[in-house]
């Protein structure tokens, strides 16, 4: 794997040379067939007088009393042929731009996190503005994570403003892209236009260059909110990629079987992605999904299990049979601590999700369900993406990688040590980051330090050192001025 020469320095993804398809040609074609079976006759709850206008108009039925559209087959197909199968999401450093071709997949954060396990005592809290911006300066330093979510949300900011502080918060402390996945209503869909754009310079230009992307999610089973449609479309509207997110349960908000959740999580996607299309055709899109199950002692959901990496391989796959980016929920374990079952957990589904040519990856650095932001977790997360990634990207096979010439040169019983050719090519060995590979006694004269301690380490590093000055002193003040008109009107 070489660096993602289209994000110039600072960026990695996972370079795909060939997917996993989890699913046989004919079973993602009956997983198809049986969502728009689903939107036809059972139907999915849109409540948006606009949107029900519209697909009335083009051959759906409508029943206003419950506000449930019921799709023909074919419109749903023909809305989707409209959505681009590639875009760029723009950063405001033009060289951390992300082209999603599905050539390459990018990592994220988790998002929206409401604890922090406090970095100074170690217990957990309440998460802050403050937190949100201390985790987004660690995660700008980090090559691995390519965009940025809000991984814990502002708690000392009221609800209906959070998603502005949140944006603010990012967009002070990073030049990567910003997912603004909190903005789910008309009100903070138009702030975080405004904030976004007074970062890039005008609402024109934060249409030619978009440096935040937004989605929305399903109420599973099958239900939109008004607001959420509203909000996706004022985004769609400005030029900001605008995806649709499922996050149902199986047993729970969705069938038991994989089959069913699959197949119902699929049909509130492509509804999301088709009405998008109705109001703003040609609009950049992308299917996200955050599946799981329900865990059965709690009532709760597992957030890891074979179940779990099944249904992120299959949504990466079930993306590139509409031809759209995806979207999937990767690591965000159940362990309540980085110990050794968040590893085989985010492991696993880290495998998952980049074996299967996931375009998008979101889940960096939460506990506890994608609860609680933990500052070495992201940095654990950040190396087992760094593995998984150059094992997916495979190797080249050429005269110089083949080194026939050094090989007859050293000849048996000798060593490649001192040979040019492995001081030309040692660097491309994968060296960690917080994994300790010392020697045993170095490793036990040093403290017996693990992975866990090292990563708190850098952690402390970044912190006190990675400081980037993003904003200057005008778009500062424009941005707090956005931020308190907001405020005003919300106060009336």
Not at 155 to 166: I, K, S
Not at 283 to 290: D, E, I
Not at 367 to 383: H, K, M, P, T, V
Not at 462 to 474: D, G, S, Y
């Amino acid at each position: 794997m070489t660096e993602n020469k289209a994000t110039g320095g600072g960026i990695v993804s996972a370079h795909y040379c060939s997917r996993w398809n989890i699913l046989k040609r004919e079973q993602v074609e009956a997983i198809h067939q049986a969502s728009l079976q689903i939107l036809e006759q059972t139907g999915i709850r849109l409540p948006h007088e606009h949107l029900q206008n519209e697909l009335a108009a083009r051959g759906a039925r409508v029943d206003k009393s419950s506000n449930v559209v019921y799709w023909p087959p074919a419109l749903v197909e023909e809305c989707l042929a409209s959505a681009p199968s590639s875009f760029k999401l723009c950063a405001p450093d033009p060289a951390r731009d992300l082209f999603l071709n599905g050539e390459q997949g990018y990592l994220t954060l988790d998002g929206s996190g409401v604890q922090v396990l406090d970095f100074e005592s170690g217990l957990v809290r309440p998460s802050t503005k403050q937190d949100l911006e201390d985790a987004a300066r660690v995660a700008d330093s980090l090559e691995q994570v390519a965009f940025m979510w809000p991984p814990i949300s502002a708690q000392d900011y009221p609800r209906d403003l959070q998603p502005l502080h949140e944006l603010d918060a990012l967009i002070s402390n990073t030049t990567k892209h910003i997912q603004a996945m909190t903005a789910v209503s008309p009100h903070s869909a138009r702030g975080s236009l405004e904030i976004a754009a007074a970062v890039a310079g005008g609402m024109d230009v934060l249409k030619e260059r978009p440096i935040i992307s937004n989605f929305q999610c399903s109420i599973s089973p099958l239900c939109y909110d008004a607001e959420g449609l509203e909000a996706a479309f004022i985004f769609a509207r400005a030029g900001i990629p605008s995806g649709f997110m499922t996050m149902q349960v199986g047993s729970s908000t969705a069938p038991a079987t994989l089959a069913g959740n699959l197949a119902i999580g699929n049909a509130e996607i492509i509804a999301g992605m088709a009405a998008l299309q109705v109001i703003c055709p040609g609009a950049p899109t992308f299917y996200g999904s955050c599946a799981t199950v329900m865990e059965l002692k709690s009532g709760g959901v597992a957030c890891g299990g074979p179940e779990d990496f099944m249904l992120q391989a299959m949504s990466a796959q079930m993306a590139r049979r509409y031809k759209v980016p995806s979207n999937v929920g990767t690591f965000a374990t159940n362990a309540k601590a980085s110990n050794w079952h968040a590893g085989v957990e985010n492991a696993a589904s880290g495998a998952a999700s980049i074996f299967a040519g996931a375009d998008m990856m979101c889940g960096a650095g939460l506990l506890n369900g994608a609860r609680i932001f933990s500052y070495e977790q992201l940095l654990l997360d950040c190396e087992i993406f760094e593995i998984l990634r150059r094992t997916a990207a495979g190797f080249e096979v050429t005269a110089e990688t083949l080194a026939l010439e050094t090989i007859h040169r050293v000849g048996p019983g000798n060593h490649f040590m001192a040979e040019e050719h492995t001081f030309n090519h040692l660097r491309e060995i994968w060296q960690p980051s917080v994994i300790n590979r010392s020697a045993y006694d170095r490793w036990e004269a040093e403290g017996r330090r693990e992975a866990l301690q090292n990563a708190h380490d850098r952690a402390a590093e970044i912190l006190k050192n990675h400081r980037p000055e993003i904003l200057n002193n005008q778009t500062r003040k424009l941005i707090d001025a956005i931020i308190a008109r907001y405020q005003e009107a919300g106060a009336h």
